[in-house]
């Protein structure tokens, strides 16, 4: 056979396969030793059929989505195999985790070596290359680049929530029949997040004809387009969806005139950025760079970060307000004690059973119940290895980490035996450090955390202030919908009494 080849062609076949051997050989051993350096013991894999594709997990995933009951399995599953283990999907490998020393690895003592996977892929069309989709030195950039901003955002006046919440307070029916909550806050959101960033609410509370009513449809079919980008893989440069690639065309359009006002606002009235008195989050941020494509960029992530996210917190917490009449009455005193004013930071921040119920909320249904990362160099975890997962597990590059929030939250080890009980009084003394994560940890924690928790407390206060009575008209258990983020399947009908 070889003799039939050309001799020059033969050699260099040969070479190759030696090299390839070697380096397999030469990866193998230093991984060796990096391992047993270390103390690393391999974690339990999951039984798997075969582990080339992992063809069975992945189906079993995939039904477990379609049935909204994917969290719930990824729970039963490290109730069965442990806290930590590893699979194998679509041929990449993950190790998956729940350890709270496992999460600070990943997201803070080793931060460097893991970075994100897939996320520019998917999310880059509508948000560009901005805080959320960069990794390495671009996203420190737009990192220190937004901080500022956040830092004052925090703690401005909230009249930029007030017309929005009225709004919607005035679609709410006062004769106690049922409404359903969910698709109003959705709106609400955006129309107080488009407020807050380019100093304009496109107001989809309020039924409008026209470009404003295409900016709210475009943004809510895009960002549903993201999971699916997402769970493609590598193989979403294959996929053309041409109404995606529209709505990510319309709302640049429309960003980018507001880009456009903020620079030449900003270049008229230099330092000053409050226009009335009023904080506009582009403005502050035109004062760091003057680039339309990266504004862009920063004010498309934050609006996807912040809008969904905002909107499924304030869904659950109602959700369980409703479900827990106790908790409610405790609440109704707390704001009742604020006699009818609006709140300000200050006030919102003395709100200790507030906060609590936040917490807890949080801690049941976080918004963003599972995430990953992706190992940019050999590294590892401290445990998980070994018989009695105390030893650090070996993560070798590509491998991928998972770790499910949802999960973590619920570990009865961790919380106690009522860990599935909504009680937000377990929080008068609860430090939970890494196994609470509902905004994430380390240097890419959630930025809008501080601004979320307050714009949440604020709309809670003033429907409270509005309506005295709440009560659920939804006899179902909750069921997931895992979209961008976690919210109720059900969505969340109530009724108010004044
Ligand atoms: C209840 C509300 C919110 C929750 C639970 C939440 C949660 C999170 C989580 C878990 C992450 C980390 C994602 C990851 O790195 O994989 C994150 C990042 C982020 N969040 Fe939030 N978020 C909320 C509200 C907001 C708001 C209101 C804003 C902005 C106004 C915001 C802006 C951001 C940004 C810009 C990032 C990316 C930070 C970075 O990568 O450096 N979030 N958020
Ligand atoms: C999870 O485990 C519980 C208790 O064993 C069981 O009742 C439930 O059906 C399981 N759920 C799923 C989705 O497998
Ligand atoms: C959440 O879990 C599902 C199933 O394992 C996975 O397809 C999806 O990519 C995960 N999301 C993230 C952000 O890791
Ligand atoms: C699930 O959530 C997404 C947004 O996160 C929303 O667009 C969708 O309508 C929700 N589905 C149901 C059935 O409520």
Same mark, same amino acid.
């Given at each position: 056979?070889? @003799? ?68 719930? !399995? ?18 990449? *490998? ?7 020393? @496992? ?6 003592? @080793? ?16 948000? %560009? ?6 990794? /390495? ?19 401005? =006046?909230?009249?930029?929530?007030? =017309? ?101 606002? !900003? ?9 009335? /008195? ?33 909107? *499924? ?56 119940? @599972?995430? +990953? ?11 998980? /290895?070994?018989?009695? #997962? ?7 590059? #590509? ?29 008068? +003394? ?11 940890? #380390?240097?890419?924690?959630?930025? %809008? ?19 005295? /009575?709440?009560?659920?008209?939804? !006899? ?10 976690? +919210? ?8 108010? +009494?004044?």
């Amino acid at each position: 056979m070889l @003799n039939r080849l050309n001799p020059l062609f033969a050699l260099v076949l040969i070479f190759s396969i030696l090299y390839a051997l070697l380096r397999k050989v030469y990866l193998s051993l230093s991984r060796q030793k990096f391992s047993s350096k270390h103390g690393c013991k391999p974690a339990l894999r999951l039984p798997q059929r075969e582990r080339l594709i992992g063809f069975d997990l992945l189906k079993e995933q995939m039904l477990a989505a379609k049935n909204h009951k994917l969290l719930e !399995t990824m729970r039963n599953r490290s109730a069965k195999y442990g806290n930590t283990y590893t699979a194998t999907m679509m041929g990449q *490998s993950y190790i998956v985790t729940n350890e709270p020393e @496992n999460l600070k690895a990943v997201l803070a003592m @080793n931060f460097q070596d893991f970075g994100l996977r897939g996320r520019k892929e998917s999310f880059g069309p509508l948000l %560009g290359n901005g805080i959320f989709t960069s990794d /390495g030195k671009s996203w420190e950039h737009s990192r220190a680049l937004i901080r500022p901003s956040f830092v004052k955002a925090q703690v401005s =006046n909230f009249d930029i929530f007030e =017309n929005h919440i009225q709004s919607l307070i005035s679609l709410l029916p006062r004769d106690f029949s049922t409404v359903d909550l969910q698709p109003l806050f959705f709106r609400l959101t955006l129309d107080s997040a488009t407020e807050y960033l380019f100093g304009e609410s496109v107001d989809s509370l309020h039924v409008h004809d026209g470009s404003q009513e295409t900016f709210a449809s475009a943004f809510d079919y895009a960002s549903s387009e993201i999971p699916k980008r997402y769970r493609m893989g590598p193989f979403v440069a294959l996929y053309r969806n041409k109404r995606f690639f529209e709505s990510c065309k319309l709302l640049h359009d429309f960003v980018d005139g507001f880009v456009e006002k903020a620079l030449t606002e !900003t270049t008229k009235r230099g330092e000053q950025t409050e226009d009335k /008195g009023r904080y506009v989050f582009l403005y502050e941020l035109a004062k760091a760079t003057r680039d339309p494509i990266q504004l862009r960029a920063e004010v498309m992530s934050i609006l996807l970060a912040g809008r969904d996210s905002t909107a *499924s917190l304030l869904s659950l917490v109602f959700f369980t307000l409703a479900r827990n009449p106790m908790v409610f009455a405790k609440l109704r005193r707390e704001v009742d004690e604020l006699g009818g004013k609006k709140p300000d930071y200050e006030m919102l921040r003395q709100m200790r059973y507030l906060k609590d119920i936040l917490n807890e909320v949080l801690r049941l249904y976080p918004v963003v119940p @599972n995430n +990953s990362r992706y190992a940019l160099r050999d590294t590892m975890l401290p445990c998980g /290895g070994g018989p009695d #997962g105390k030893s650090p597990v070996f993560v070798a590059r #590509g491998q991928i980490v998972t770790y499910c929030v949802y999960d973590l939250h619920r570990r009865r080890d961790l919380y106690g035996a009522d860990a599935d009980q909504f009680r937000p009084e377990r929080w008068e +003394s609860l430090r939970p450090g890494w196994a609470y994560l509902p905004f994430n940890g #380390g240097p890419r924690v959630c930025i %809008g955390q501080q601004f979320a928790l307050m714009e949440v407390s604020y709309m809670v206060v003033r429907i409270l202030q509005t309506f005295r /009575g709440l009560e659920s008209r939804d !006899t179902e258990e909750w069921k997931e919908n895992l979209s961008a983020t976690l +919210s109720s399947l059900n969505g969340v009908k109530v009724a108010f +009494s004044v």
